[in-house]
């Protein structure tokens, strides 16, 4: 399996047997041009939107005709196992910024999470509704999100074997949220790639976790 960061909270998974995956993808020049990350090239078999904001839910410039799944629920998509979390996108239960929506998808027996733009800490409940987790998709920028200080507490929650970092602040984005960097401060096993895709197996996921900090393709 192959997991490649766009930018943002928008990934590319592609599974051993080519079916590709797409995870919030994002309008490039939204927000009045804050956010400039390239426009996402790849044809998609499934696209997961978290929540319908435009950072997130870009889902007509992508090519092709993909499937779009939204929404709390398990379901199978292309032999895919997706399960979806209903969170919210702030700490007043969704009244400040709506609904979010976590998926948790087995891709090649991995058990990839992508907690889109979740802003609140989670409960034992909903941790266990997840359920177990091999890869985390994190938001760590804050402002918007979850910031340093919990998301490394969802991660203690949650003890999946990688974490990837997404929705903090680069060149491309003009948010006013904080770098990668404040979630990275006094952890260990971190790892920066210099790239923007990284492959995986099951049976050589590390056995003490991993932070693996992408570079943004786009």
Not at 20 to 32: H, S, V
Not at 119 to 135: F, R, T, Y
Not at 179 to 186: A, H, I, T
Request: aromatic share 6%; with cysteine; hydrophobic share 35%.
């Amino acid at each position: 399996m192959k997991i490649k960061w766009y930018g943002h909270a928008a990934f590319l998974i592609t599974s051993d047997q080519g079916i590709k995956i797409i995870l919030d993808p994002y309008e490039p020049g939204a927000f009045g041009g804050q956010l400039s990350y390239g426009k996402i090239p790849d044809q998609a078999d499934v696209v997961l939107v978290s929540h319908d904001h435009a950072d997130h839910n870009d889902t007509k410039s992508l090519p092709g005709s993909p499937q779009v799944v939204k929404g709390s629920g398990s379901k199978t998509v292309k032999g895919i196992i997706v399960k979806g979390v209903a969170t919210y996108h702030d700490p007043s239960k969704g009244s400040e910024r709506g609904a979010n929506t976590i998926y948790n998808l087995q891709v090649d027996g991995i058990q990839v999470c992508h907690l889109g733009d979740l802003g609140h800490g989670l409960s034992e409940k909903e941790v266990k509704e997840i359920g177990p987790v091999d890869i985390l998709l994190l938001p760590v920028g804050g402002f918007f999100t979850i910031d340093a200080k919990e998301a490394s507490r969802i991660v203690d929650q949650i003890k999946p074997k990688v974490v990837i970092p997404m929705h903090f602040k680069t060149e491309k984005c003009g948010f006013p949220i904080a770098s990668v960097d404040d979630f990275l401060k006094g952890k260990s096993g971190i790892k920066r790639t210099n790239t923007s895709e990284v492959t995986f197996q099951k049976e050589t996921l590390p056995q003490k976790m991993e932070i693996i900090v992408l570079e943004h393709a786009l």
